[in-house]
């Protein structure tokens, strides 16, 4: 038994590895970034072969987001949940995209971001903006710029994330678990502008590290459900750092 949860933890501490390479290959030089990856834990079969092989695969990729979509996902920017959604192949897969530059890449503009189906299975969503600075021109004179914590960017992500793997097992035969995990960089000096009066005088408390990441599996039994289970485990901790997690936006995560 010991041996099964420390295989457990171990593949949990691969799939951040893994998140933490596909924040690096998307961008090395950008501030900030969120990433995360969803896995099927059982799956001896490439699943999403069908929709990288169809002929109408942009239609069904969008469908999928569509259908995966909550009202939230509208709330920020960049979202994958808004047109337009560009279709592009990648090694392995296909990505939608929103705001990327000609040739597909993060430029640190803060309107990039991408989802990627890979054949395998696994889910990849990178986003530029999780961190953002706050000036404040209504103040006079104006007090030093803050960065802050766009909570919603990161727990829309991570809640589309979840969800679209379930939208995935229903559509494409899988019923086995799934391992999830999230990295957010750039988040050392911020706080969330919740807690951030219009002044500049007060803030909540300051996230004290570069990154923030945590991981969790789940099966398809859980995850129908309920994702918001999942995406409380993913995003909780960072929430409770930032001395938000009471707030009545993330009531819906309270256990």
């Known amino acids: 038994m010991l041996r099964f949860h420390e295989r457990r933890f171990a593949r949990r501490d691969d799939l951040i590895a893994e998140a933490r390479r596909i924040l690096t290959a998307a961008g090395p030089e950008h501030n900030s970034l969120v990433v995360m990856v969803a896995d099927p834990v059982a799956s001896y079969a490439d699943f999403l072969e069908g929709l990288s092989a169809d002929a109408d695969w942009a239609t069904q990729a969008r469908q999928l987001v569509t259908t995966a979509t909550t009202p939230e996902n509208h709330g920020y920017t960049p979202s994958l949940a808004n047109p337009p959604q560009t279709p592009e192949r990648r090694p392995g897969g296909v990505a939608l995209t929103t705001g990327m530059d000609r040739h597909n890449r993060f430029e640190g503009r803060d309107r990039a971001a991408e989802v990627v189906f890979y054949e395998s299975g696994r889910l990849a969503l990178v986003s530029e903006r999780p961190t ?53 960089s750039g988040l050392h000096g911020a706080s969330s502008p919740k807690l951030l009066d219009r002044w500049g005088d007060e803030r909540g408390p300051t996230y004290t590290d570069d990154s923030y990441s945590r991981s969790t599996e789940q099966t398809l039994t859980d995850l129908d459900a309920g994702p918001d289970q999942t995406t409380s485990r993913l995003v909780m901790p960072l929430l409770r750092a930032l001395g938000v997690h009471e707030h009545d936006k993330w009531a819906r995560l309270r256990p």
């Open 132 to 184: 953002f600075i706050w000036s404040f021109s209504n103040v006079n004179p104006p007090p030093p710029d803050q960065k802050v914590v766009l909570e919603e960017l990161i727990v829309g992500n991570v809640d589309l994330i979840v969800r679209l793997a379930v939208e995935d097992c229903h559509q494409y035969g899988y019923r086995g678990a799934w391992r999830f995990a999230v990295v957010v």
